[in-house]
């Protein structure tokens, strides 16, 4: 990281501290110069400091300077006042691979993936943008005041808020995870809002091949958030406890259900939007940094991310959507683990296929372009 350009930021930086020099979260307009036109005449005047502060404007780039001197580092963003829309494939993302990893690991590695808007245009999510709202690149500094020391040790691109889906890799059989693609590891956060999740085909079995009746039985779980924090992972090891509202012929709730040894590779659409779908996801970014680093929030100035992004590339999505997934995988119990189930005790459910399948962002019969 030290062997990034200090040439282009030390230029960035001296303009920052003649503005900014001990003033937190400084604020400065892009104004069109240090003069304005007042009065009838036709002629324009100086204004000196205490002036210019009373002037309102509004800027298409801003900068700000925030200090946080327990974790000494200052941050420097330059914001966007601005919409941008954008529809995007990637074929094959990977980020932060080899090196400290080690050959062949990643810190983020992802096949087909799709950044689209929320619904399809015309039944096409090709003609569907994403949103991004005020984009911004930001510097974390170490020792910024001291030219000599001064020292990069991270940065970001991200937005205020951002509203669309991303769609990642294959599942052409939902009855089975064996064939998904998609994420192969990821770093980062994720508060992931699970909405409306049903399972149609949950069975009591007796041994290994004798299950009850053999009529399968269907499930509604309850709306809830899953927060991961993942560190080069392809799997998470614990997702619950869940709340399973089973039918057969009365309802039977299992309220300490756990996805146990669940692949990534499951996860096929992700919502960028809350779980109330009244508004995107706010404080998105994609960072990296040489040691961990608490972000600012972006949404809630003089406040710090309570998830510290780790070393590397880290990938932030602090209130995401995983919508109405229709998992069609059958499910077999014990009578054993049903029985304990009913009465609060732990289910645990290994890996299964979340029954989503990535949109489509192509026109005609193109699988991914």
């Not at 990643?106 to 949103?131: F, H």
């Not at 005041?145 to 040790?153: F, L, P, Y």
Request: hydrophobic letters at 40%; glycine letters at 10%; aromatic letters at 6%.
């Amino acid at each position: 990281m030290k062997g990034l350009p200090i040439l282009l930021f030390s230029a960035f930086t001296s303009f920052a501290y003649a503005n900014v020099n001990n003033v937190d979260n400084a604020h400065l307009e892009a104004l069109p110069s240090i003069s304005t036109t007042i009065g009838k005449e036709n002629h324009m005047v100086s204004l000196n400091d205490e002036e210019l502060s009373a002037v309102q404007g509004q800027a298409l780039m801003n900068l700000t300077r925030t200090n946080d001197t327990s974790q000494g580092l200052n941050f420097y963003r330059l914001g966007m006042e601005a919409e941008i829309e954008l529809n995007a494939n990637i074929k094959k993302l990977q980020l932060g691979c080899g090196g400290v990893n080690g050959a062949g690991n990643c810190d983020i590695d992802i096949d087909n993936l799709a950044l689209t808007g929320v619904n399809p245009v015309n039944g096409e999510y090709a003609a569907s943008d994403a949103k991004l709202t005020n984009p911004f690149i930001e510097f974390a500094v170490k020792n910024a005041d001291n030219s000599a020391t001064r020292e990069i040790v991270g940065f970001r691109f991200g937005s205020l808020e951002a509203l669309g889906k991303l769609s990642l890799g294959t599942n052409n059989n939902t009855s089975t995870p064996n064939d998904d693609t998609g994420i192969n590891s990821i770093s980062g956060d994720l508060n992931l809002n699970l909405v409306g999740a049903y399972i149609s085909d949950i069975r009591v079995c007796v041994g290994l091949f004798t299950c009850i009746l053999n009529i399968p039985t269907n499930a509604l779980v309850d709306d809830t958030v899953v927060p991961l924090v993942l560190n080069r992972a392809s799997v998470v090891n614990d997702i619950g406890p869940l709340v399973a509202n089973a039918s057969l012929g009365i309802t039977l709730k299992l309220d300490n259900v756990h996805l146990v040894n669940q692949s990534v590779k499951a996860i096929h659409e992700i919502i960028l939007q809350n779980s109330n779908g009244t508004g995107g996801t706010k404080d998105f970014y994609l960072s990296l940094q040489k040691q961990s680093v608490k972000w600012p929030s972006v949404a809630s100035p003089g406040t710090f991310r309570s998830v510290a992004a780790q070393r590397g590339w880290w990938l932030s999505l602090p209130d995401v959507t995983i919508k109405d997934p229709v998992i069609t995988q059958r499910i077999e119990l014990s009578v054993l683990t049903a029985g304990v189930g009913l009465f609060g005790g732990r289910v645990d459910i290994q890996g299964i296929d979340l029954g989503q399948k990535p949109a489509k962002n192509c026109y005609g019969t193109l699988t991914f372009c």
